[in-house]
């Protein structure tokens, strides 16, 4: 079964996203910072990840932006779909330029979020 790595520092929100991804058929792991995914998405290899952009700086790694470099760096063709926020153009522009392939507008619905993940996991 295909894994999705769902990376929130909100709980709620990663329980949210993580119940439309097992509704979609996705076996889903979780991560509360950029540090902890980095480290879940070398440990498990993921067949994508969700991750938010703004999140607390933890070891280093500031925000989604920066563990979408670093996941990048260990795998280029990891498939990573921002979350972001109304007013975060430039944050989701940096992404991008940085590897991810998509971006998802908070709050998620479920029909936005699978037609989302089945455009970047068949790319």
């Known amino acids: 079964m295909a894994t999705a790595l769902v990376v929130d ?8 996203v993580k119940k439309m991804l097992i509704k979609l058929g996705y076996d889903v792991i ?3 910072d950029g540090a902890e995914a980095i480290k879940m998405y070398e440990k498990h ?3 994508f990840v969700t991750m938010d952009i703004t999140m607390p700086e933890v070891s280093g790694i500031k925000d ?3 563990a979408v470099t670093e996941i990048i760096k260990l795998d280029h063709k990891a498939k990573i779909i921002m979350v ?3 007013g975060e153009q430039d944050k989701v522009i ?3 330029k940085a590897g991810a392939l998509s ?3 908070k709050p998620i619905t479920f029909d936005k979020l699978e037609e ?3 455009k970047v996991v068949v790319l």
């Open 116 to 118: 989302v993940v089945m």
């Open 45 to 47: 290899s993921p067949n």
């Open 103 to 105: 971006y998802i507008l």
């Open 94 to 96: 940096r992404a991008i």
């Open 84 to 86: 972001t926020s109304h």
């Open 64 to 66: 989604g932006i920066d």
């Open 30 to 32: 979780e991560a509360g």
């Open 9 to 16: 520092d909100a709980k709620i929100m990663r329980a949210n």
